[in-house]
């Protein structure tokens, strides 16, 4: 993230993050956010290791969570290549965990 920072820096960018394990996130949600990015900006996709793979929400979770879907491999997918243009953007993704 301090590299992400220090280039940012350099080359006069701003620095959009959007954290994926957050248990709101949907692939319907990443496509808006992605979308209102500014052009000449960072994306920086944070926690992607969590982003899909073994979410599970708590039970007292369910009634909250009722009727979303949660973010799949697909969807952002989507996202990165998808239809929303994404010129003049640069992405970055950070992990916790670089074996996943």
């Known amino acids: 993230t ?3 920072m220090a280039l940012a820096g350099h ?3 701003s620095i959009s993050t959007l954290n994926l394990s957050q248990g709101t996130m949907t692939d ?3 496509q808006q956010l992605l979308s209102n990015v ?5 994306i920086l996709l944070e926690d992607i290791d969590a982003a899909t793979v073994g ?3 708590e039970k007292e979770d369910n009634i909250r969570f009722q009727g979303m879907k949660p973010l799949t491999l697909s969807g952002l997918l989507n996202a990165l290549d998808g239809v929303i243009s994404t010129e003049g953007r640069i ?5 916790n965990y670089i074996d996943r």
């Open 55 to 57: 979410r599970h929400y």
């Open 38 to 42: 500014p052009e000449e900006s960072i």
């Open 11 to 13: 080359f006069d960018l």
């Open 91 to 95: 992405i970055f993704m950070t992990t």
């Open 2 to 4: 301090s590299a992400i």
């Open 28 to 30: 319907d949600r990443l």
